[in-house]
Nanobody, 121 residues
Framework: QVQLLESGGGLVQPGGSLRLSCAVSGNIYRINDVGWYRKAPGKQREQVARIDPAGSTNYADSVKGRFTISRDNAKNTVYLKMNSLKPEDTAVYYC???????????????WGQGSLVTVSS
């Protein structure tokens, strides 16, 4: 079984920073792409950032230049550093990871439990 554990959400003032973590654990042979998504009240879920195994990244236009996604393959952990936060960044942030399991090499595609980020003064 593969699980994702998110951490790092919370309340921050506009202009502040937070770092989200997504730790992947379980029967993992390889982790492929990992993405961060967010869901704000009344809005559709959107992909915020994505990183592939080689470290190539892409970002939503709304967060380019403010958010940075990175991964530590030795720790099976992906991070989302969020700077210059705005009230419109308020949302539940979800991590999604795809890859292959050990032994069977069966694929997995799993989601984290969500982490609330609130940007407010």
């Amino acid at each position: 079984q593969v699980q994702l554990l998110e951490s790092g959400g919370g309340l921050v003032q506009p202009g502040g920073s937070l770092r989200l973590s997504c730790a992947v654990s379980g029967n993992i042979y390889r982790i492929n792409d990992v993405g961060w998504y967010r869901k704000a009240p009344g809005k559709q879920r959107e992909q915020v950032a994505r990183i592939d195994p080689a470290g190539s990244t892409n970002y939503a236009d709304s967060v380019k230049g403010r958010f940075t996604i990175s991964r530590d393959n030795a720790k099976n952990t992906v991070y989302l550093k969020m700077n210059s936060l705005k009230p419109e960044d308020t949302a539940v942030y979800y991590c999604n990871a795809a890859g292959l399991r050990t032994f069977t090499r069966a694929s997995f595609d799993v989601w984290g439990q969500g982490s609330l980020v609130t940007v407010s003064s």
